[in-house]
């Protein structure tokens, strides 16, 4: 039988969310572990788990019947890299109909995976960050956060004062109200215009959405900033980068997260002629990278 003090130490002992323990271990994001769990494919300690429950290091998980390695902060270096999307692409592992996805192309982990901080349409392309951090991932997606993500976008149709001013003010959407923070006029004659928009959650299809509910179409949509990360005008289609350990932390901070540091990676060669410039210089756009 165990002592006084043996009971306090285990009853003492730190406990975290299943779902936040399985993302941080490189498994998916925190949603994608509450489906998981949701759908009985968790065990803890043999049972199966359930939403809401809480583990110690010393707890045993399976994921699918396979034992998972339960990986503390301390274990786990932070990574993120940025890729291009062009369009075409799907933001998904793996498609039934054998069409390109960005996983494709991007560098293999090692007992880890890429998680998207947040998706693209098919038609959309432009700046995608991905994570080995599930806790990163989904602090920097979910709206709570109120993280911004700026577009440049191109229109078709007439644009007046007020149709801008609704969309800043609100649209009740099929989903709920929607609104862009902020508006701006770039460039463009006639009737092809483009403005760069700001949202603040990733609602499937929202910037293509309000401006229709507008009654215009969207003909061009490019992601070019997701929080204080600017997408790299020198990385092509296609190509990846990997952050900057001060660009990771500056993420980390707008998540409200601790700086780790993080394992370089085998940079391809592409990404370091981007890089062989010194700096980079973020898109023009709505918000100046935070220093």
């Given at each position: 039988m165990k002592?006084?003090h043996?009971?306090?130490?285990v009853?003492?002992?730190?406990?975290?969310?299943?779902?936040?323990v399985?993302?941080?271990s490189?498994?998916?994001?925190?949603?994608?572990?509450e489906a998981l769990?949701d759908?009985?494919?968790?065990t803890?300690?043999?049972?199966?788990?359930?939403l809401?429950?809480?583990i110690?290091?010393r707890?045993r998980?399976?994921?699918?019947?396979r034992?998972?390695h339960l990986?503390?902060?301390?274990?786990?270096?932070r990574?993120?890299?940025m890729?291009n999307k062009?369009?075409?692409?799907?933001?998904?592992r793996?498609?039934?109909e054998?069409?390109?996805?960005?996983?494709?192309?991007?560098p293999?982990?090692?007992g880890?995976?890429?998680?998207?901080?947040?998706?693209?349409?098919?038609?959309?392309?432009?700046?995608?960050?991905?994570t080995?951090?599930g806790?990163?991932?989904n602090?920097l997606?979910?709206p709570?956060?109120?993280v911004e993500r700026e577009?440049?976008?191109?229109v078709?149709?007439?644009v007046?004062?007020?149709m801008?001013?609704?969309?800043k003010?609100?649209?009740m959407?099929?989903d709920?109200?929607a609104r862009?923070?902020?508006?701006?006029?770039v460039?463009?004659?006639?009737?092809?215009?483009?403005?760069h928009?700001?949202?603040?959650?990733?609602?499937n299809?929202?910037?293509r959405r309000?401006?229709e509910?507008q009654g215009?179409?969207?003909?061009?949509?490019?992601?070019?900033r997701?929080?204080n990360?600017?997408?790299?005008k020198?990385?092509k289609?296609?190509?990846?980068i990997?952050l900057?350990?001060?660009e990771?932390?500056?993420l980390?901070?707008l998540?409200?997260l601790?700086r780790?540091?993080?394992?370089?990676?085998?940079?391809?060669?592409?990404?370091?002629?981007?890089?062989?410039?010194?700096?980079?210089?973020?898109?023009?756009?709505i918000?100046?990278?935070?220093k």
């Amino acid at each position: 039988m165990k002592n006084t003090h043996e009971k306090a130490a285990v009853a003492a002992e730190a406990t975290e969310k299943l779902q936040k323990v399985l993302a941080r271990s490189g498994l998916g994001s925190r949603r994608e572990m509450e489906a998981l769990i949701d759908a009985g494919l968790v065990t803890i300690n043999g049972r199966v788990a359930i939403l809401g429950d809480r583990i110690t290091p010393r707890d045993r998980v399976t994921v699918r019947g396979r034992a998972v390695h339960l990986k503390n902060e301390e274990d786990l270096p932070r990574r993120v890299i940025m890729y291009n999307k062009p369009e075409g692409e799907l933001v998904t592992r793996k498609d039934p109909e054998g069409r390109r996805t960005v996983f494709d192309h991007l560098p293999r982990l090692r007992g880890e995976r890429w998680i998207a901080i947040g998706r693209l349409d098919i038609n959309t392309s432009g700046l995608l960050l991905f994570t080995n951090d599930g806790e990163l991932a989904n602090r920097l997606m979910h709206p709570s956060h109120q993280v911004e993500r700026e577009y440049a976008v191109r229109v078709m149709g007439e644009v007046t004062d007020e149709m801008l001013q609704a969309m800043k003010e609100g649209v009740m959407l099929e989903d709920g109200l929607a609104r862009f923070a902020d508006i701006q006029l770039v460039g463009g004659e006639g009737i092809n215009v483009w403005y760069h928009v700001v949202i603040t959650e990733g609602r499937n299809r929202e910037v293509r959405r309000l401006w229709e509910s507008q009654g215009v179409t969207v003909s061009r949509l490019k992601r070019v900033r997701y929080g204080n990360t600017f997408l790299d005008k020198r990385t092509k289609m296609g190509e990846w980068i990997e952050l900057t350990q001060s660009e990771i932390d500056e993420l980390s901070a707008l998540a409200g997260l601790s700086r780790k540091s993080a394992t370089p990676m085998e940079t391809p060669r592409s990404a370091q002629r981007n890089r062989a410039g010194g700096a980079r210089k973020p898109v023009r756009g709505i918000q100046r990278r935070h220093k």
